[in-house]
């Protein structure tokens, strides 16, 4: 008996698979998701910022307003999703603002869920060079 082991490369191409799924995820009202959907979720968080940013651009508001509290979520509940200054919640957030559609009750939610430090706004350093 054999077991054929693949190897997981971060950094991958996002599609709609992924987007399907961030779909489901923003359901979830606990954190708690699907095993192939917790795994899309952890393939978006460990991708590169274009590639999310590929993901993201175009999509209605509303839809990223449920992904984005979906990856919050996320990385409270999934292991390999803890992202840091460099979370996705980040980059959801940042293009939220930018269209005017960031609902002011949004970060207190945030903060109420999530022990990252970082989010939404993302690291000082990073705020000030950009």
Same mark, same amino acid.
């Given at each position: 008996m054999s077991a054929e082991v693949g190897a997981w490369e971060p950094g991958g191409k996002l599609d709609e698979a992924h987007a399907h799924a961030l779909?489901?995820?923003?359901? @979830?009202?606990?954190?708690?998701?699907?095993?192939?959907d917790a795994n899309c $979720? &952890?393939? #978006? #968080? &460990?991708?590169s910022a274009g590639e999310r940013a590929r993901l993201f651009d175009g999509r209605e508001s509303e839809r990223l307003l449920g992904w984005l509290r979906a990856l919050t979520l996320a990385e409270e509940t999934i292991a390999?999703?803890?992202?840091?200054?460099? @979370? /996705?919640?980040?980059?959801l957030a940042r293009l939220l603002r930018q &269209?005017?559609?960031? /609902?002011?009750? $949004?970060?207190?939610?945030?903060? @109420?869920? @999530?022990?990252?430090?970082? $989010? /939404?706004y993302g690291s000082l350093m990073e705020r000030l060079k950009g």
């Amino acid at each position: 008996m054999s077991a054929e082991v693949g190897a997981w490369e971060p950094g991958g191409k996002l599609d709609e698979a992924h987007a399907h799924a961030l779909d489901r995820a923003s359901r @979830s009202t606990d954190g708690a998701f699907a095993i192939d959907d917790a795994n899309c $979720l &952890r393939e #978006v #968080v &460990r991708a590169s910022a274009g590639e999310r940013a590929r993901l993201f651009d175009g999509r209605e508001s509303e839809r990223l307003l449920g992904w984005l509290r979906a990856l919050t979520l996320a990385e409270e509940t999934i292991a390999g999703c803890e992202a840091g200054a460099k @979370s /996705p919640v980040i980059a959801l957030a940042r293009l939220l603002r930018q &269209r005017g559609d960031y /609902p002011a009750e $949004l970060t207190a939610w945030i903060k @109420s869920v @999530s022990g990252n430090r970082f $989010l /939404p706004y993302g690291s000082l350093m990073e705020r000030l060079k950009g």
